[in-house]
Every structure is written in C-alpha cells, then in structure tokens.
Nanobody, 123 residues
C-alpha cells in the first residue's frame, strides 16, 4: 500500500504560479512511477504529467507542455508539480497517483491515488 497526500493548491490569478506537492508513505517510493491528473467540474479526469521512478523520464499533456514541470525527490518521498503561466482552464482538482513500475512515465495503470487538491485560476 502507498498513501499519497497532496498539498499546495489554492486560488491564483491567471499568469501566476503554484507548486503542488505529493508526499508518499508506506512503500519504497523509488520503485514507483508518479503521475499528476486533474478533474474539472463536469469533465472526466485527465492526465497532466508523469515521471519515472528515478526521474529519468517525464511526460506531459500537450495542454501543459512548456508551462508545468514535474520533479521528484526520492530522499523526501515527494513528487512536485510546478505550474507556471496558469490559465483559467487549469482550474481543477489535481490528483497525485502512483504505479509500481520501473522506467515508466505513461498515462495508464496507476493504482494508488491521493485525495486531491483544488487549484482555481481566476481570470
């Protein structure tokens, strides 16, 4: 079992920045690919970004490329999502997810999820 707790969400004006954090506990964090997903009101959950177990591979949705950066600190059991140049369309609940697989940064198969953190971008 892996427990995930997100933090760092909030209200920000368009063009601003936020950094989300996801703290993991329970198993060997460095064995897990980590992902960020989001769900806006009335929409399906969508992939945002992912990072492989050792940070060597990253993946981004087209909608956030060049604006968001995923990173991880395995010594702190934490994954981050730096979000810059935020837009109102980025408003959503952001979820952290984990998958026990090495060298993976894809969009599927995440079995562990956090409770989510709200990000609201005002225009």
């Amino acid at each position: 079992q892996v427990q995930l707790v997100e933090s760092g969400g909030g209200l920000v004006q368009a063009g601003g920045s936020l950094r989300l954090s996801c703290a993991a506990s329970g198993r060997t964090f460095s064995n897990y690919a980590m992902g960020w997903f989001r769900q806006a009101p009335g929409k399906d959950r969508e992939f945002v970004s992912a990072i492989s177990h050792n940070g060597g591979r990253t993946n981004y949705a087209d909608s956030v490329k060049g604006r968001f950066t995923i990173s991880r600190d395995n010594a702190k059991n934490t994954v981050y999502l730096q979000m810059n140049s935020l837009k109102p369309d980025d408003t959503a609940v952001y979820y952290c997810a984990a998958r026990e697989r090495l060298y993976y940064s894809g969009t599927q198969g995440y079995g562990y999820w956090g409770q989510g953190t709200q990000v609201t971008v005002s225009s």
